[in-house]
């Protein structure tokens, strides 16, 4: 009998050939890997099914937020790492991305991106920066000084009653309303090496892709701009009765 993983780690991928075939053959033993295809055409599938990787399909184009939760739902742990199937982030550096987690220090933990790393362009810099800083406008008390696309959380903490984003916003729209339901001393960020991708970006290397994402993360801070109005409000309406 196989023994029960430490941890399962949850991957969306489309064509994702090239980093397959690093990211399969480093993933470590005790970790369970959740794969959902998003409709690859290329030798993805098969090198999923070659490997050990629970393989599931959604196929609606670009639903990446999707994607995840669909891989999360079949976590064969309480503790999950969801990460982008493209390598650049390692397999050796999820454990430490999920130290705290399992070490039950924290309940929600972001890989944000090392800045000397190599994959850190002056693109992703630059779309950081100003991605951070809308944010901190609507969530004044933002901790991170980066949002890279790795997450380590317990399923158990997560309230996934709340409708999250579908497609781009997802990592986003995940991490503010973490905020926004767990203590502060639950969540923390881990600085990760940031590596080159493997193979071309869906987001980045097209200009649909960058415009969907910029579409999505600004729908994100809207809504989350709204749920803060009516938190204010109905603190204030307390604040009145209780006088």
Same mark, same amino acid.
């Given at each position: 009998?196989?023994?029960?993983?430490?941890?399962?780690?949850?991957?969306?991928?489309?064509?994702?050939?090239?980093?397959?075939?690093?990211?399969?053959?480093?993933?470590?033993?005790?970790?369970?890997?959740?794969? /959902? +295809?998003? $409709? %690859?055409?290329? =030798?993805? &599938? !098969?090198?999923?099914? #070659?490997? @050990?990787?629970?393989?599931?399909?959604?196929?609606?184009?670009?639903?990446?937020?999707?994607?995840?939760?669909?891989?999360?739902?079949?976590?064969?742990?309480?503790?999950?790492?969801?990460?982008?199937?493209?390598?650049?982030?390692?397999?050796?550096?999820?454990?430490?991305?999920?130290?705290?987690?399992?070490?039950?220090?924290?309940?929600?933990?972001?890989?944000?991106?090392?800045?000397?790393?190599?994959?850190?362009?002056?693109?992703?810099?630059?779309?950081?920066?100003?991605?951070?800083?809308?944010?901190?406008?609507?969530?004044?008390?933002?901790?991170? /000084? +980066?949002? $890279? %696309?790795?997450? =380590?959380? &317990? !399923?158990?903490?997560? #309230?996934? @009653?709340?409708?999250?984003?579908?497609?781009?916003?997802?990592?986003?729209?995940?991490?503010?309303?973490?905020?926004?339901?767990?203590?502060?001393?639950?969540?923390?960020?881990?600085?990760?090496?940031?590596?080159?991708?493997?193979?071309?970006?869906?987001?980045?290397?097209?200009?649909?892709?960058?415009?969907?994402?910029?579409?999505?993360?600004?729908?994100?801070?809207?809504?989350?701009?709204?749920?803060?109005?009516?938190?204010?409000?109905?603190?204030?309406?307390?604040?009145?009765?209780?006088?």
């Amino acid at each position: 009998m196989n023994p029960t993983p430490a941890a399962t780690i949850v991957m969306p991928f489309l064509n994702e050939e090239a980093a397959l075939k690093h990211l399969l053959s480093t993933t470590p033993a005790d970790f369970a890997l959740v794969l /959902v +295809d998003n $409709g %690859s055409s290329d =030798a993805s &599938r !098969r090198l999923v099914l #070659d490997s @050990s990787a629970v393989l599931l399909d959604h196929d609606r184009f670009r639903e990446v937020g999707a994607c995840i939760e669909l891989g999360v739902a079949r976590a064969q742990t309480d503790v999950v790492c969801v990460m982008d199937c493209d390598a650049t982030v390692d397999m050796s550096d999820t454990r430490q991305l999920l130290r705290p987690v399992l070490t039950n220090e924290a309940d929600f933990v972001v890989g944000t991106r090392a800045s000397h790393s190599a994959g850190w362009t002056l693109a992703h810099r630059a779309s950081s920066r100003v991605r951070d800083s809308l944010t901190r406008r609507v969530v004044p008390d933002w901790p991170f /000084v +980066d949002l $890279g %696309s790795a997450r =380590a959380f &317990r !399923r158990s903490a997560i #309230d996934w @009653s709340r409708a999250f984003n579908t497609r781009f916003g997802w990592n986003l729209d995940f991490t503010v309303q973490a905020l926004e339901s767990l203590s502060p001393d639950r969540i923390a960020s881990v600085e990760l090496p940031f590596h080159r991708r493997l193979g071309p970006s869906h987001i980045s290397g097209s200009i649909a892709g960058a415009l969907t994402a910029m579409v999505d993360q600004s729908r994100v801070l809207r809504l989350a701009q709204q749920r803060t109005k009516v938190a204010r409000h109905e603190s204030h309406n307390k604040s009145i009765a209780l006088v």
